[in-house]
C-alpha cells in the first residue's frame, strides 16, 4: 500500500505532463489521480492498527533491496506521526488543486507542467515520511526540494527566481551537511554491528552505546539541515521569500506539509538515533523555539504583504511545535504531532482565502484594501475562521495542540512555556489588526476602489456597492467547494480530536521510551 502510494502520484505526473495543448484535461485527469490517492490514504489510515502499534514500531512495512553493498535498502513503514502527515498530504493536494483551477499561470506556463509538479511534491513527500531507511530519507529529502524549486521559479510573482533559488540553496546546503551526518552514522553502525547499515530500526538499537561526544556532532548535521527547514530562528529568512512568490497552491504545500519534514525529522530521528545528544543540546533548541515564537509574531504585526505575513505566523507557530517536542513529554510530542496537523489545515485555509482575495483585487498589498467585508461577507466570514483558528481560539482546531504543548512542556521547562505564552497575546493582535485593515471599515483601498464605478460611488453608494458586488464577486461555487472540507476540518478537530490522538499516542510514548525519559506527567490526554 505504501509503495502504490508512492508510485501512484509519479504514474500521474507523467500522464499529465505531455497534455500542454489540453489544460482542462491535465486538470481533471491530476485531480482525479489525487482523489484516487486521497481513497488509498483512507484505506492506509484504517488498515493501520492502534493496538499493534503499542508493540510494532512501524507498520504496512514494503522492503526490497536497493545497494547491498552499501547495506541500503527501499524499506517504507507507516507509525502514527508519519501516519497522520500522509493523510494531511492526501487532503491537502485535491484542495490544492481545486483552489487553483483558475489561476492565470505565467506567460509560457502551462497548466500541465504546474499539475504535474504537484504531483511530482506529493510523491516525494509520501517517501520523506514513510522512508524508514536513512540513506533512502536523506534521497527523499532532497528530491523534495526540486518540483518545489520549479513551482516557485517558474509559476511564482515577480521576484519568483529570486525566492525559488535562496530556496533552494538553504535547503541544498542543510542537506549536504545532514548528509555528513548520515555518512557518520553508517561509518559509527559498522563498528557496532557486524555490518554498516541505514536501517532505522538497528540504528535505534544501538543509540544508546554510542558516545555522547559522537552523538552531538552527528545529531548537529541532521538539526541544522531541519532547523533550516523547519524554519527556526536564525535559519528562517527564506521562508518570507518562498512563501510570498510561490503561487498559492504551491505556498499552501511548502507552509502547510514540506516545512513539516523537518519537525518530523526531530522526532524520526533526532530525538530516538541521538537521545544524550538531544537532551543535552534541548535548551539551546528551546531557546531558540521560544525567540521564533515571539520574534515572528512581532515581524507579522508589521507586514504589508499577505503572503509574507502568513508566511512570519507559520514561523511563530512552528516555534510551538518544536517546544514541545524538545519538553520530553508525551502530552507535549501529541501536541506537537497534532500542531503539525493543524496548522497544516489552518494555514492552508488562511493561505487559500489570501489567494482568492488576491485573485480579485490582483495586489498582495494589506494596504490596498479594505471594508471587503461589505462587498464579500463569505470570504471576510472564512478569513476570521481561518485568523482565529491560527491564534488557537477555543472550539477550533489549533486550541488543542497548543494546550497540549503548553501544559505538556510546563512540567520540565517552565520558564520557556511561560515566555511562549506571552506569544499568544501577539497573536490575537496580529490576526485582529489584519482582519481589521482589510475586511472592516469603509470600502477603500486601489484594489478595492477599482472595482467601484467611479463617480457614482459618491452620489448613489448602495448602487456602487452593488456594482461593486458583480466585479468584487463573493465565494463561487467551487471556492466554497475549496473550501468546505478545510472549514469542516478546523471544527471538527476543534471539538472531536480523539481519533486522530489514539493514532498519534502510541507513536509518541515509543519515543519517549527511546529517548530514555520519564514522563512528568504521566501521560497523553486522551
Not at 352 to 367: P, Y
Not at 387 to 394: K, M, T, V
Not at 475 to 486: A, D, S
Amino acid at each position: 500500500m505504501l509503495l502504490l502510494l508512492l508510485l501512484l502520484p509519479l504514474v500521474g505526473a507523467v500522464a499529465v505532463a505531455p497534455l500542454k495543448d489540453n489544460p482542462r484535461a491535465a486538470k481533471s485527469l491530476a485531480l482525479a489521480v489525487a482523489l484516487v490517492e486521497l481513497l488509498l490514504t483512507a484505506v492506509t489510515w484504517f488498515s493501520y492498527s492502534v493496538v499493534g502499534a503499542a508493540t510494532e514500531r512501524f507498520q504496512l512495512v514494503f522492503d526490497v533491496a536497493w545497494i547491498p553493498s552499501f547495506g541500503t535498502r527501499i524499506t517504507l513503514g507507516v507509525d502514527g506521526i508519519a501516519l497522520v502527515m500522509l493523510a494531511l498530504i492526501a487532503v491537502l493536494v485535491p484542495i490544492v488543486m481545486g483552489s487553483s483551477w483558475a489561476d492565470r499561470l505565467p506567460e509560457g506556463r502551462t497548466a500541465a507542467g504546474f499539475y504535474a509538479l504537484l504531483l511530482t511534491t506529493q510523491a516525494t513527500l509520501v517517501g520523506v515520511f514513510a522512508a524508514t531507511d536513512i540513506f533512502l530519507f536523506y534521497v527523499f529529502f532532497e528530491a523534495m526540494l526540486i518540483p518545489m524549486y520549479f513551482l516557485i521559479g517558474r509559476f511564482g510573482g515577480p521576484k519568483r527566481q529570486y525566492a525559488a533559488v535562496k530556496f533552494f540553496l538553504y535547503s541544498l546546503l542543510g542537506g549536504l551537511i545532514m548528509l555528513a551526518s548520515v555518512i557518520g552514522v553508517y561509518v559509527v553502525s559498522a563498528q557496532r554491528l557486524p555490518a554498516g547499515t541505514f536501517s532505522w530500526t538497528a540504528l535505534q538499537s544501538i543509540a544508546a552505546s554510542v558516545p555522547e561526544s559522537v552523538q552531538i556532532w552527528l545529531f548537529l548535521g541532521f538539526f541544522v539541515a531541519f532547523a533550516i527547514k523547519a524554519p527556526l530562528v536564525p535559519f528562517h529568512t527564506w521562508l518570507p521569500d518562498a512563501g510570498a512568490e510561490a503561487p498559492i497552491g504551491a505556498g499552501v504545500l511548502l507552509v502547510g506539509v514540506l516545512d513539516k519534514v523537518a519537525t518530523f525529522g526531530f522526532l524520526r530521528y533526532c530525538l530516538p538515533l541521538f537521545p544524550a545528544a538531544s537532551k543535552t543540546l534541548a535548551p539551546v533548541v528551546l531557546v531558540l523555539s521560544v525567540i521564533g515564537i515571539i520574534y515572528a509574531a512581532l515581524l507579522a504585526v508589521g507586514q504589508n504583504d499577505m503572503k509574507r505575513f502568513v508566511a512570519y505566523t507559520s514561523i511563530a507557530h512552528f516555534g510551538y511545535i518544536s517546544l514541545g517536542i524538545f519538553a520530553f513529554s508525551t502530552q507535549a510530542f501529541a501536541g506537537s504531532v497534532l500542531y503539525m496537523v493543524n496548522h497544516g489545515i489552518t494555514t492552508g485555509l488562511l493561505f487559500i482565502v489570501v489567494g482568492m482575495l488576491i485573485a480579485r483585487g490582483n495586489s498582495r498589498l494589506i494596504t490596498d484594501y479594505g471594508g471587503v467585508a461589505k462587498l464579500t461577507p463569505a470570504l471576510g466570514g472564512v478569513f476570521l475562521l481561518a485568523g482565529l483558528a491560527s491564534l488557537a481560539l477555543p472550539g477550533t482546531n489549533s486550541f488543542v495542540s497548543e494546550f497540549l504543548v503548553l501544559i505538556g512542556s510546563f512540567p520540565r521547562e517552565p520558564v520557556y512555556t511561560i515566555i511562549a505564552t506571552v506569544g499568544i497575546i501577539f497573536a490575537a493582535l496580529y490576526v485582529l489588526w489584519v482582519y481589521q485593515r482589510l475586511f472592516q471599515g469603509p470600502v477603500r483601498g486601489n484594489a478595492v476602489l477599482a472595482s467601484l464605478p467611479g463617480p457614482g460611488t459618491m452620489t448613489d453608494p448602495g448602487s456602487a456597492l452593488g456594482e461593486a458586488r458583480s466585479t468584487f464577486a463573493d465565494l463561487t461555487k467551487r471556492e466554497i467547494g475549496v473550501l468546505t472540507p478545510l472549514v469542516a476540518l478546523v471544527l471538527l478537530l476543534g471539538i472531536f480530536p480523539g481519533p486522530v490522538l489514539e493514532v498519534i499516542t502510541p507513536s509518541v510514548t515509543a519515543t519517549l521510551h527511546e529517548v530514555g525519559l520519564a514522563d512528568p506527567v504521566g501521560g497523553v490526554t486522551r
